[in-house]
């Protein structure tokens, strides 16, 4: 079955030091991978596409397909990152839908 | 503009009272589904839509049906609220496999 995890309820770093935020997934085809970010009582927001390669506010991820890991990764974590993030897997069939993991809240103290 | 509403906002209603969620779009996508946000459970699937009239079940839709007339709107309904399906709902559109979902701000549901 497809499925996503996200192994850590929270996560709490300094403001400036390096985060990292995992992801493992399970999925036999091949996924389309995606991080949402969801500010305090906001909507979720795209953050990345691991098709695009990009770079946003800092934070990037690499899929790893040997681990089934696409972990988000900021060298130096600023105050108002400090969100509820999201991993998320589609592909799964033509319907697009997204299978969300459980969520890390990321806690960045100053 | 994000090119999606939800209403309402908020909501309280009682046990055993049908309650109806919209959510309207202006992008003309052919994909709208409904997720609930419950804590230590992320997001989950109740139904989605894959065109006017067409929809099909997610993880959770039991207590929960949809209807798409338009291609603009698709209402979820909770045909008897029960305290179980207190939750935070939000509705999301999708362009295609690549680009992901854009999201509702969210309907905060309570059941009392």
């Known amino acids: 079955a497809q499925r996503v995890t996200q192994p850590e309820k929270l996560l709490s770093v300094f403001k400036g030091a390096p985060v990292e935020l995992k992801c493992n997934y399970s999925?036999?085809?091949?996924?389309?991978l995606f991080w949402y970010v969801q500010y305090s009582r906001q909507r979720l927001q795209l953050l990345l596409r691991h098709i695009s390669r990009e770079s946003i506010k800092g934070f990037t991820a690499d899929l790893n397909k040997g681990e089934t890991s696409f972990h988000l990764k900021k060298p130096f974590a600023q105050e108002e990152d400090s969100a509820m993030y999201y991993c998320a897997l589609s592909g799964v069939d033509s319907s697009y839908k997204l299978i969300f993991g459980s969520g890390t809240r990321l806690l960045v103290r100053p | 503009d994000a090119g999606i509403t939800q209403s309402p906002r908020h909501k309280v209603t009682e046990t055993g009272t049908p309650v109806t969620l919209r959510c309207h779009q202006t992008e003309n996508h052919r994909y709208m589904y409904w997720y609930r946000q419950d804590p230590g459970h992320g997001l989950r699937l109740i139904h989605y839509?894959?065109?006017?009239?067409?929809?099909d079940k997610g993880e959770v839709s039991d207590g929960y049906s949809v209807s798409r007339s338009k291609t603009e709107d698709f209402l979820l309904t909770l045909e008897s609220a029960t305290s179980s399906q207190t939750s935070v709902y939000f509705c999301a559109i999708s362009g295609g496999q690549h680009y992901g979902y854009t999201f509702g701000s969210g309907t905060r549901l309570t059941v009392v």
């Open positions: 839509s894959y065109g006017v009239k067409d929809t």
């Open positions: 999925y036999s085809g091949s996924p389309e």
